[in-house]
């Protein structure tokens, strides 16, 4: 938390700083555009498709929303689910210890919508296009259906045994994610005289995530310890399952580039 608080403090700083040189500004500077749509060029790694409109308030001021969409299909592989362990009475030479390779396919889907207020600062033709800072809000909600198949391999289940504890079935549950979040970003954005542009931005921001498990057969508590154990210890996790399966609530950072065009 003194964390959190530290860059939130540090962000409001630069928004404050940026409000100063606007008002000490010995005219108000100008509008280039009314309204800018943008494209989030680092989203996609996730599975996510954002778009946003910006649309100015004056000369200085204006408001941000993005919708965005989650669609996302991933596959991995582990060479086993459980670790044998061969009985103290059993000699390994005299055993067959085999290992239970599986199969994780994930299908991703779910969205999310932002609103943000800009105030810009340090303009240099005009305004949109300098440095700024604002403030967000944030949610979404994410499904994730997954299908685990464990390879079959034949072996004498008399002379194997696996670790303590092993879950030896497949995972196959639905993960349900809702977030929520609010922050503060610094960014810049940059426009050609034919509207093009880019506009990049970082900052600190609080986020809350509830997750729900529903495996059949077994309690939301007992599905989360058993996909947690299976997923942290024998699969690779890509950067769109990892934010929902890993991600927890608290102190975050949020960045990124989008492409625009003015008009």
Do not use: C
């Not at 689910?81 to 991703?108: K, T, V």
């Not at 994610?177 to 990049?200: E, N, P």
């Not at 310890?225 to 399952?241: A, E, F, H, L």
């Amino acid at each position: 938390m003194p964390r959190l608080v530290t860059l939130l403090a540090s962000a409001a700083f630069a928004a404050v700083v940026f409000s100063a040189q606007a008002q000490e500004s010995s005219a108000a500077p100008e509008v280039l555009h009314d309204g800018l749509l943008k494209v989030n060029l680092t989203d996609f790694i996730s599975g996510k498709y954002s778009l946003s409109y910006e649309h100015m308030l004056g000369n200085w001021s204006s408001v941000e929303a993005t919708v965005t969409g989650i669609g996302m299909t991933t596959s991995d592989y582990t060479y086993t689910i459980a670790q044998p362990a061969a009985p103290l009475s059993i000699s390994p030479w005299d055993s067959y210890y085999p290992n239970l390779p599986a199969d994780l396919d994930m299908e991703m889907s779910g969205w999310e919508a932002q609103v943000a207020i800009r105030k810009y600062g340090w303009v240099s033709r005009g305004v949109p296009d300098g440095f700024y800072a604002s403030a967000f809000i944030t949610a979404g909600s994410t499904t994730i259906d997954a299908d685990e198949r464990i390879r079959p391999v034949a072996f004498d289940p008399d002379t194997v045994t696996f670790e303590p504890g092993a879950f030896l079935d497949e995972i196959d549950h639905t993960l349900s994610v809702t977030k929520w979040g609010f922050g503060l970003t610094i960014g810049y954005q940059w426009l050609t005289k034919s509207g093009l542009g880019l506009d990049a931005y970082m900052g600190p921001m609080f986020r809350g995530i509830t997750r729900t498990y529903l495996m059949e057969g077994y309690s939301a508590e007992e599905a989360r310890d058993i996909v947690s154990q299976r997923t942290q210890q024998r699969y690779w996790m890509g950067p769109g399952p990892a934010e929902h399966y890993n991600g927890n609530t608290g102190p975050w950072f949020n960045g990124g580039l989008r492409v625009s065009l003015a008009f």
